[in-house]
């Protein structure tokens, strides 16, 4: 069908064509990428990239850019021109903090504000010291990359915990250039920090960089070195930054260019974005969206299945997914349910007392040494929600679960954490009850009922995200308490 774009629409396309530098604010559903090709595809005498935020994202977008522009993800980009040198290095087996720490020297106890910092906890702060200047735009290693200790709570002190682990710091970021094995677990962050020190020029007439509310530091420098010389323009939805956890932040709001927004959304009715303009208004949003008058989406409870739940911790997601399969419901995981059958299987060697041969858990010999870890160790804290995962269900239920699950094309409920599902739709969404409302403060209303605390603004953002994946039909069971909540936006009620 022939592309008839909007009134906001067709200002993007007359301000690309000016080749000023562009902020597109592109709420859900508004047809973002449709947008960006449509820009594209009227000018074919110009050529240029397109930035995306994952693998997935870029192979969708090359089926439907014209060929003048070529869709890439930063790290592709790095990996290309000198992150290949480091293939041996990457996915090596996991090494302890503290082991990495000896390696490098740290093997002394210190004394600093009358606190004493062992050599695990020292050694764990200069991996992420490391890790916080590969996300950072800086081109050396700095006091501020010094993460701060519970503790060391003045600024002496931080100073003098910075001059003692800076060293150490830049002796891990050097055991990192080499391509042979080394004493550091080798990242992908790594390469793409690498790449970043090299100040790479990007070619072309434009450069497009989507989901740019959740772009790190590093990125944000890579890009903005090329304003001199290509349009750069830059599109997200400030209320979709939901990855501020790993270092990313919204570069939008501060960029210098014409703004422009996108805030008709084809993905659902007028009932559905009042929803969404709720959660929008909560995270401070600076757009508010309209529905489609022909779609006829629902809210409220629904007896049918719906086609997705889509839950806010990996511990709800496992416990949707045994509700399901309980009854019978071909059961799908996004993301496949592979990598946690093979976690699941280590776990189970684990806590039998046998080792286990997984590249991820192959140093621990017991599953009380990985708890410690997944608690304890900076470095092992992506291990934590699935320690909390067998701990809760145990080993042997979780793989009877994944050995259940079905491809995503099978299933009649689809099961995502909230993160996951960002740039997915379903026809009929149900939001989990892990989405819990925040705890109660010590103050009492009128009626002598507790007051709750404020609603943060990441978690409204991540509410955001959760009830606009839904095209006809939402049930926001798990998200209900926000009617109650003293922080509803006025008029904005169901």
Request: glycine share 8%; charged share 20%.
């Amino acid at each position: 069908m022939p592309f008839t774009p909007t009134d906001e629409q067709a200002a993007a396309l007359e301000a690309f064509g000016k080749s000023e530098h562009l902020v597109i604010q592109a709420g859900a559903g508004t047809g973002k990428t449709s947008t960006l090709a449509f820009l594209a595809e009227q000018m074919p005498a110009r050529r240029g990239r397109y930035l995306a935020f994952n693998r997935a994202i870029a192979l969708d977008a090359a089926t439907r850019f014209p060929a003048s522009v070529q869709c890439k993800t930063a790290h592709s980009l790095a990996y290309a021109a000198l992150g290949h040198r480091y293939r041996d290095r990457l996915n090596s087996p996991r090494r302890p903090g503290w082991r990495v720490g000896q390696d490098l020297g740290l093997n002394t106890p210190t004394r600093i504000n009358g606190r004493d910092l062992m050599p695990a906890t020292l050694s764990n702060t200069v991996l992420r010291t490391v890790a916080r200047y590969c996300q950072s735009a800086d081109t050396e290693l700095a006091p501020h990359h010094v993460p701060p200790l519970r503790g060391i709570d003045t600024e002496d002190a931080q100073a003098e915990l910075a001059n003692l682990l800076l060293p150490y710091a830049a002796k891990a970021w050097d055991d990192l250039q080499g391509p042979n094995a080394g004493t550091v677990r080798f990242e992908h962050d790594h390469y793409l920090k690498m790449w970043a020190l090299t100040e790479p020029v990007l070619h072309g007439d434009f450069l497009l960089l989507d989901e740019a509310q959740d772009t790190n530091p590093v990125l944000e420098q890579i890009v903005l070195a090329q304003r001199g010389h290509t349009q750069i323009v830059m599109v997200g939805d400030s209320a979709q930054a939901i990855y501020g956890w790993r270092g990313a932040r919204d570069v939008m709001t501060g960029f210098t260019g014409h703004h422009l927004t996108l805030t008709h959304s084809f993905r659902f009715g007028p009932a559905l974005a009042s929803e969404a303009n709720r959660w929008l208004s909560l995270s401070g949003a600076p757009i508010q969206l309209t529905g489609t008058l022909d779609i006829p989406t629902t809210l409220g409870p629904r007896s049918e299945r719906p086609d997705a739940v889509l839950c806010r911790t990996n511990i709800g997601a496992v416990t949707e997914i045994l509700a399901l399969l309980n009854v019978g419901t071909a059961t799908a995981l996004v993301g496949g349910g592979e990598a946690l059958r093979a976690l699941a299987q280590a776990a189970r060697d684990l806590i039998g007392g046998r080792r286990t041969h997984h590249p991820e858990l192959l140093l621990f010999t017991t599953w009380n040494e990985l708890r410690d870890y997944a608690e304890l160790d900076p470095a092992g804290a992506d291990l934590q929600p699935f320690a909390n995962l067998v701990d809760e269900h145990g080993p042997d239920a979780i793989l009877h679960a994944v050995d259940r699950l079905v491809p995503e094309g099978k299933a009649q409920v689809t099961v995502s954490t909230a993160h996951k599902a960002k740039g997915r739709e379903w026809a009929h969404v149900r939001i989990a009850p892990d989405f819990t409302p925040p705890p109660d403060t010590d103050e009492v209303d009128a009626t002598g009922r507790p007051v709750p605390s404020p609603i943060n603004e990441s978690e409204a953002r991540l509410a955001y995200v959760a009830v606009t994946r839904a095209r006809h039909h939402l049930d926001p069971a798990g998200l209900a308490w926000i009617d109650q909540h003293p922080d509803n936006p006025t008029g904005l009620c169901p």
